[in-house]
């Protein structure tokens, strides 16, 4: 399976701090996308970045792709309450449907 | 543009019976996944559909089942519900196939007793 897989798990942070997550994955992909969900809602894409690039960047956002590590970062700098949430990698190839991992949920304190 | 709406939002149905859910996607956008969605394995592909063809399948059982009509909008059916099939079902519409962003409904929150 190419499942991403999120580290860690869980992130707790104060306000201001920078919040880094991890995705890795199993086999070669064409794509991969972040993804944030408040609270039991729908999902709400971010960024996705193609297995060409090696680093994008969309506001406060900052995403990293190694594909010999088959690894991905998602880096939000200065956080806000606001960005409490869970964050989701996922994941494509050829072919083949979106594949998410289990998330990180992050929590943000004022 | 008005987002993907979802319907109903919530649902309560008991072991046996069946469930329709329903999705609208964006306007102008020709594809709809379903992903299925519990703490204990996370999102699941079910199906997406592209102009009326099912193009990927999960694996989930006959049970579940899936259709798109010509406007693009999409149901998904649960057939003899057990207590494992409560979840948050999520549609999400996107232009083309995949490799897209896919713009995600609010989700059903079924429960099954």
């Known amino acids: 399976s190419q499942q991403g897989e999120e580290d860690p798990q869980a992130l707790s942070i104060q306000e201001g701090e920078n919040a880094t997550m991890n995705c890795s994955y199993k086999t070669s992909i064409n794509n991969l996308q972040w993804y944030r969900q408040n609270s039991g809602r729908g999902l709400v894409h971010l960024i996705l970045?193609?297995?060409?690039?090696r680093e994008k960047h969309s506001g406060r956002l900052r995403v990293t792709l190694d594909t010999s590590k088959k690894s991905s970062s998602l880096l939000i700098t200065a956080s806000r309450a606001a960005d409490t949430a869970s964050y989701f990698c996922?994941?494509?190839?050829?072919?083949?449907?979106?594949?998410f991992g289990k998330g990180t949920r992050l929590s943000v304190i004022a | 543009k008005a987002g993907v709406t979802q319907t109903p939002r919530y649902l309560i149905k008991t072991r046996g019976q069946q469930v329709t859910l329903s999705c609208s996607p964006i306007?102008?956008?020709?594809?709809v996944s379903w992903y299925q969605q519990t703490p204990g394995q996370g999102l699941q592909f079910l199906f997406e559909y592209f102009s009326e063809t099912q193009r990927n399948k999960g694996n989930f059982p006959g049970r579940f089942s899936g259709r798109q009509f010509s406007n693009s909008r999409s149901e998904m059916n649960v057939s003899t519900l057990e207590l494992g099939d409560s979840a948050l079902y999520l549609c999400?519409?996107?232009?083309?196939?995949?490799?897209?962003?896919?713009?995600f409904g609010p989700g059903t929150r079924l429960t099954v007793l």
């Open positions: 970045i193609r297995s060409n690039e």
């Open positions: 306007s102008g956008h020709r594809s």
């Open positions: 999400a519409s996107s232009l083309a196939w995949v490799i897209n962003e896919q713009f």
């Open positions: 996922a994941t494509d190839a050829r072919n083949t449907p979106l594949v």
